[in-house]
């Protein structure tokens, strides 16, 4: 019979890490030293979700429950809480959000649960006006999720495009803004760009998109074809470096093509 540990098993490993005996690197960490590790492992257990791989989502996921149980335990020894804490807090949060489930409140469909959700969330963080929810995003999101998540708080209340037709208006009138700002040098680039970027994160709201995702799949799109380009080249005895940019976008658009057809093909 398969041995199966638990998770005070897990917990006494790291205990035993961070102990005298134990693990000169794992004794040194701390909250701070571990902020990438705990945003990696996130990445790739989200990595291994888009790739559907299943095997690698289990090992990807005991790397979180890992920085979970390794934080639980560093707030410990500093006498902040304990793992039992962190548990208790989360049961307790998640039945008080459900209160159509252990309660008496009625929610049919996700997107009343969804408004139920929010409502409690700001009850429960007093959070009494709608820029309080906006500063309550955490800074640590990647840059296209945090924008959306301020729009779509900035939409709760009413102040939103009325539909996709001027969401598009805006990322061209930004789009023209950011133009006239590198043409005038006067040092405002940054700024309009941002603009642009946060007016293209309204376009992937009013389509329902992970403006993440969907950018992710570009680059990893992109690489693929550069692969191609790179991989044609090579067979003709030639270095990118080598080559004209019309030459490499004549493989592009091989590249381009050949994607397409394989797509239609599936």
């Known amino acids: 019979m398969e041995n199966r540990s638990s998770l005070e098993d897990l917990t006494k490993i790291v205990r035993r ?141 009413g102040f939103d495009f009325s539909d996709f037709a001027g969401a598009m208006d805006k990322v061209r009138e930004e789009l023209e803004e950011v133009t006239e700002a590198v043409e005038m040098g006067v040092g405002a680039e940054e700024e309009e760009l941002g603009d642009f970027l946060f007016a293209v994160v309204n376009i992937s709201r009013f389509l329902k998109i992970n403006p993440e995702i969907a950018l992710t799949k570009a680059s990893k799109k992109f690489i693929n074809r550069f692969e191609y380009v790179e991989n044609s080249a090579l067979s003709e005895g030639k270095q990118l470096s080598e080559m004209t940019l019309k030459e490499m976008d004549l493989l592009w658009d091989e590249a381009k093509a050949k994607s397409l057809s394989d797509e239609k093909s599936k």
């Not at 335990?73 to 209160?99: N, Q, W």
Request: proline content about 3%; aromatic content about 4%.
């Open 17 to 157: 890490l961070r102990g005298e005996d134990g693990c000169p690197w794992d004794r040194v960490q701390t909250h701070e030293t571990l902020r990438e590790a705990m945003l990696e492992e996130a990445y790739e257990a989200v990595d291994a979700i888009e790739r559907r791989d299943t095997r690698n989502l289990k090992e990807e996921l005991g790397d979180v429950l890992l920085q979970v149980v390794f934080h639980a335990l560093l707030a410990e020894e500093a006498g902040s809480f304990t793992l039992e804490d962190v548990i208790a807090g989360i049961c307790d949060k998640m039945i008080y959000r459900h209160p159509h489930v252990f309660g008496d409140t009625k929610a049919d469909t996700a997107e009343e649960v969804l408004t139920n959700w929010e409502a409690l969330k700001k009850k429960e963080k007093q959070i009494t006006t709608q820029t309080q929810a906006m500063k309550e995003i955490p800074m640590a999101l990647p840059a296209l999720l945090r924008a959306k998540k301020v729009q779509k708080k900035a939409a709760e209340v």
